[in-house]
C-alpha cells in the first residue's frame, strides 16, 4: 500500500504561481501511475494531471494545459504539480493519487490512493 502527503498549497494572487508536492511511502513508488485532482466547492472532484511511472507520458485536462505541468521524481519518492497563470477558477483543494494500473489516466475510480488534499485559493 500506499500513503500519500500532499504540501505546497495556499493563498495566491491571480497570475501568480504555486508549486504542489506530494510524498510517497513504500517502496513501490516507481511503478505507480500518479495523477492530481481537485475539488471546488460544491463541484465533483475533477482530473487534473496526471504521468506515467516512467515519467514520459504525461496527460493533462484541458482547463490547465499550457499551465501546469506535472512531473515525478522516483528517487525522493515525490510528485509535483507546478502551476503557473493561476485564476481564481483554479481554487479548489488539491488531491494527490496513486495506481498501480489504469484503463484511462484520468479516470478518478482508477486510482486506489489518496492523499488529505491542500488548499489552494486564488485571489482576483
Known amino acids: 500500500q500506499v500513503q500519500l502527503v500532499e504540501s505546497g498549497g495556499g493563498l495566491v494572487q491571480a497570475g501568480g504561481s504555486l508549486r504542489l508536492s506530494c510524498a510517497a511511502s513504500?517502496?513501490?513508488?516507481?511503478?505507480?501511475?500518479m495523477g492530481w485532482f481537485r475539488q471546488a466547492p460544491g463541484k465533483e472532484r475533477e482530473f487534473v494531471a496526471a504521468?506515467?511511472?516512467?515519467?514520459?507520458?504525461?496527460y493533462y485536462a484541458d482547463s490547465v494545459k499550457g499551465r501546469f505541468t506535472i512531473s515525478r521524481d522516483n528517487a525522493k519518492n515525490t510528485l509535483y504539480l507546478q502551476m503557473n497563470s493561476l485564476k481564481p477558477e483554479d481554487t479548489a483543494v488539491y488531491y494527490c493519487?496513486?495506481?498501480?494500473?489504469?484503463?484511462?489516466?484520468?479516470?478518478?475510480?482508477?486510482?486506489?490512493?489518496w492523499g488529505q488534499g491542500t488548499q489552494v485559493t486564488v485571489s482576483s
Open positions: 504521468i506515467s511511472w516512467s515519467g514520459g507520458s504525461t
Open positions: 513504500g517502496r513501490t513508488f516507481s511503478s505507480y501511475v
Open positions: 493519487a496513486a495506481a498501480g494500473q489504469v484503463g484511462a489516466m484520468y479516470r478518478i475510480s482508477d486510482y486506489n490512493y
